[in-house]
């Protein structure tokens, strides 16, 4: 990915998260944006077909809503990957996704 690319990535997740902090997740701009990260964020999960990349994802996800103050939407978000990882057995990403949950 350009730097270009990524500075654009790193802008939409700050003013998502700028949304998400204060007019919060039921705003119906705010929504649109929530939904159209996911499905950017979904599609690199489907080209590149993996486990990892679902996980990575999944992560990215449950940070962005901790980052934005929604500590019930983070816990559900880390919750479902604490179970993806737990069923796939990457016992060092269960370490470290409990680490996250207990943070919160």
Request: glycine letters at 4%; proline letters at 0%.
């Amino acid at each position: 990915m350009s730097e270009e690319a990524l500075n654009q990535v790193s802008l939409e997740r700050l003013i998502l998260v700028a949304a998400l902090k204060t007019k919060g997740i039921e705003d119906t701009e705010t929504r649109g944006l929530l939904v159209a990260w996911t499905e950017k964020r979904e599609q690199k999960v489907e080209q590149a077909g993996t486990r990892e990349a679902q996980v990575e994802f999944e992560i990215e996800r449950a940070e962005l809503y901790k980052e934005a103050g929604l500590v019930d939407e983070a816990l559900v978000a880390f919750e479902d990957i604490l179970t993806i990882v737990t069923n796939e057995g990457l016992e060092e990403l269960v370490i470290k996704i409990r680490e996250k949950i207990f943070s919160l």
